[in-house]
């Protein structure tokens, strides 16, 4: 009987799984993932972080083989191509998140970036077209959500950012298919590319976290051309003794690849996000909002308000005083304190200036976040909020938020949501003609002869 591992249900997976077999609401699914990761990309291109990433590029030079999205009309080698594009992805905070099913896990990973820049690259230097590009990422994106929950929850204990850790294999496996490697080539790229997985949750709220997901895509491609070549890894490089899952984690659970790839597919439950910030923490936004709007809160009015949720919110959002827009992605009391000053926390109150302001940073000091057991013991899958608001005149409002928050499976963005969304985002670097030709292009991407057009659909002088 042949023996049966996880390394090789995804080479399997990946060699041999065809367009004609995704469903319809897949395909779809898959088409709203990649424009909010084109729309995000563009977003963080002219961030700080994107434009230190770019000189590192430009020092770098090479063949001007695929585009980086956004100004400039700049040409690199596929990998750093992919890794300015994963990066400007993730700049802003503001890419798709995949939540748990299970109690023992607060956040799987970012799933989007890595498979898309790597591919988009790959994709546009081979002349692939929409339809390969919309399989390899598919095949990509599910392989990597598979091995986030396959691994131990340790390996988030422990500190490490699955976005890259597991991200490097999405983008590997992406740029694996593209390149129509045989069984063999791909099980190498594995095994490279486990040695290539880092990235460390300390860096959260500095440009590193970024840099997390470009250096997932540029690895991956790195690590299936290196293996294209005939560069040999460990055939069981993800589940043997001293790899991939034991070394990172301590064990994994082979149930959750072996027999669940594809079924169902892990796209149709993606979150995508209506705050660039953790995701972790939009239930916490969502509940402020609501309270007010119905209560019609001033900020002259607060007292202070006590947001209580569970410590693995708390744990990823961990500044108790947000100094920069960095920082601010991850502190609960300054995303309250811009629901109460504006009634809302996008990408025009993410940025240095309003976080400094002495507006913000007053409000933020009356805003205590606190972990509760009672919530804790709900699981680390659920997000549960309770805020309590005191008010000058002596009212004290409270309320418990636990229904499905915006953009998430159980509340999902429309398809008007997601074009506003998208338009936001992209206003920085396209007109409105070019937005709306892109949302087009991506919409019918099956269609599309060659992938380095919605590239070149996304690069503007």
């Avoid at 095949?139 to 929850?153: D, K, L, M």
């Avoid at 960095?326 to 940025?351: D, Y």
């Avoid at 309770?386 to 509340?411: A, T």
Wanted: charged share 20%; proline share 6%; net charge positive.
């Amino acid at each position: 009987m042949e023996k049966t591992n996880c390394t090789e249900e995804l080479v399997r997976f990946v060699t041999e799984t065809q367009y004609a077999g995704f469903p319809a609401e897949v395909l779809s699914a898959a088409k709203r993932c990649i424009l909010d990761g084109i729309a995000v990309i563009l977003a963080g291109s002219t961030e700080p972080c994107s434009r230190i990433v770019l000189q590192y590029v430009r020092s770098l030079a090479g063949r001007r083989e695929c585009a980086i999205l956004g100004k400039g009309k700049f040409r690199a080698p596929a990998p750093l191509a992919a890794l300015f594009n994963g990066t400007a992805g993730h700049a802003m905070d503001f890419d798709d998140s995949l939540m748990p099913q299970t109690p023992d896990r607060a956040v799987l990973l970012h799933p989007t970036l890595g498979p898309l820049a790597a591919g988009l690259a790959v994709g546009e230097k081979l002349g692939s077209s929409g339809r390969d590009f919309l399989t390899a990422f598919l095949v990509g994106f599910e392989a990597e959500c598979r091995i986030s929950e396959a691994i131990h929850p340790d390996h988030w204990k422990r500190g490490f950012h699955t976005s890259n850790t597991v991200g490097v294999f999405g983008a590997a496996l992406t740029a694996a298919r593209l390149m129509g490697l045989t069984s063999e080539k791909v099980r190498n790229a594995l095994g490279i590319a486990a040695s290539m997985a880092s990235g460390l949750m300390v860096n959260f709220g500095t440009m590193v976290k970024p840099l997390h997901a470009g250096r997932a895509a540029e690895s991956g491609i790195a690590s299936t051309q290196m293996a294209g070549l005939g560069y040999i890894a460990h055939p069981e490089a993800l589940e043997g003794p001293k790899g991939f899952f034991h070394a990172f984690a301590g064990g994994f659970d082979i149930n959750q690849i072996r027999g669940r790839l594809g079924r169902p597919f892990s796209v149709l439950r993606v979150s995508i996000k209506p705050y660039p910030c953790g995701v972790v923490g939009h239930p916490i936004m969502d509940g402020a909002k609501s309270m007010a709007v119905k209560h019609d809160i001033r900020p002259e009015e607060v007292e202070g308000v006590i947001v209580a949720t569970g410590s693995h919110v708390l744990n990823l959002l961990r500044y108790q005083k947000a100094q920069n827009e960095l920082q601010a992605k991850f502190c609960v009391p300054f995303q309250v304190a811009s629901i109460i000053l504006r009634r809302r926390a996008g990408v025009m109150e993410f940025t240095d200036d309003f976080v400094r302001s002495p507006a913000t940073q007053k409000m933020m000091g009356r805003v205590e976040a606190v972990a509760d057991p009672a919530i804790d013991a709900l699981g680390m899958d659920k997000t549960v909020t309770r805020i309590e608001i005191r008010l000058r005149d002596g009212r004290v409002l409270q309320e418990e938020f636990s229904k499905p928050y915006r953009g998430g499976p159980g509340n999902p963005f429309s398809s008007e949501d997601l074009e506003e969304k998208f338009n936001d985002c992209v206003q920085r670097v396209l007109k409105p003609p070019q937005a709306a030709r892109l949302r087009k292009a991506v919409a019918s991407l099956e269609d599309m002869d060659s992938v380095g057009t919605l590239a070149k659909m996304a690069t503007v002088p």
